[in-house]
């Protein structure tokens, strides 16, 4: 008990609590990534759907799948990266599910996710 204490306390001292949007599985994201190219740095947009968040606490993680020229392209972000300068929420996904692996498998139209709509009683 004593060793989950001392992992939580130097996480605490270590790692940064993010200032993100709340997002779930699902979600259409930007993920703007600072890159540093030798004495340069630079920010890079990775967008694309959130298909799992794993972890707890600061070292939580979080994949985002995007296709590029027809190729299925995976990321894996922690939370904590200091090396994340923001995320977007572009989109709300409706999903049943806590991890959205069946995507792989999948192209074209059925490999999009449901946008969710809001329910607005004032009309």
Same mark, same amino acid.
């Given at each position: 008990?004593?060793?989950?204490?001392?992992?939580?306390?130097?996480?605490?001292?270590?790692?940064?609590?993010?200032?993100?949007?709340?997002?779930?599985?699902?979600?259409?994201?930007?993920?703007?990534?600072?890159?540093?190219?030798?004495?340069?740095?630079?920010?890079?947009?990775?967008?694309?759907?959130?298909?799992?968040?794993?972890?707890?606490?600061?070292?939580?993680?979080?994949?985002?799948?995007?296709?590029?020229?027809?190729?299925?392209?995976?990321?894996?972000?922690?939370?904590?990266?200091?090396? @994340?300068?923001?995320?977007?929420? @572009?989109?709300?996904?409706?999903?049943?599910?806590?991890?959205?692996?069946?995507?792989?498998?999948?192209?074209?139209?059925?490999?999009?996710?449901?946008?969710?709509?809001?329910?607005?009683?004032?009309?």
């Amino acid at each position: 008990m004593k060793e989950l204490e001392a992992i939580q306390f130097i996480h605490g001292q270590l790692l940064s609590a993010p200032e993100f949007p709340s997002f779930k599985t699902g979600d259409t994201i930007v993920v703007k990534y600072k890159i540093v190219e030798g004495d340069k740095t630079r920010e890079q947009d990775f967008r694309g759907d959130v298909i799992q968040i794993k972890g707890h606490g600061l070292t939580r993680t979080f994949t985002v799948r995007t296709m590029s020229h027809g190729v299925g392209v995976e990321r894996i972000f922690a939370y904590s990266n200091p090396n @994340i300068a923001g995320v977007q929420v @572009i989109k709300r996904g409706r999903v049943r599910r806590a991890r959205l692996y069946y995507l792989r498998g999948l192209v074209g139209k059925k490999a999009r996710i449901k946008e969710l709509k809001f329910f607005n009683s004032a009309n």
